[in-house]
């Protein structure tokens, strides 16, 4: 280990005090890849590099580009999927309402749907 002693004195057992600054290994191999990450020019979709196929805009291949068309509209069904739970879920939560409203409790409802009583709070805090 490589060490710069800043301000030290030696002491009457020859042993160094005082302030010590230290460049480990670990430290030097920080600023060595500092500075070749500062040499490296940027890559963009302009730079020739190791791809030889077509690509899209966004970088993906364009052997790719059924796959990407599939995965937005699964992305699609998903969302109408979370749209259609979520009105689901509100209806839901109207029906327990009414059942409370009526004198049913939460307990009663829970036994009934094969829920915990937590469960149906959870339900109605939604």
Known sequence: MC?????????????VYGA?????????????RSRARARQPQVDMTTSGCHTERMTENGIPSKHADTVLRIKE????????????????????????????????????ARELGVTRQAIQKMLAC
């Open 20 to 32: 010590v600054a230290s460049r480990t290994p670990a430290t030097q191999a920080r600023k060595k």
């Open 74 to 109: 699964v992305r699609a069904q998903a969302i109408e999927h979370t749209r259609i739970a979520k009105q689901f879920a509100a209806e839901r939560r109207e029906l327990m309402q009414a059942l409370l409203r009526d004198g049913v409790s939460q307990a009663q409802i």
């Open 3 to 15: 060490s710069v002693r800043v301000g030290a004195s030696e002491g009457v057992d020859g042993a």
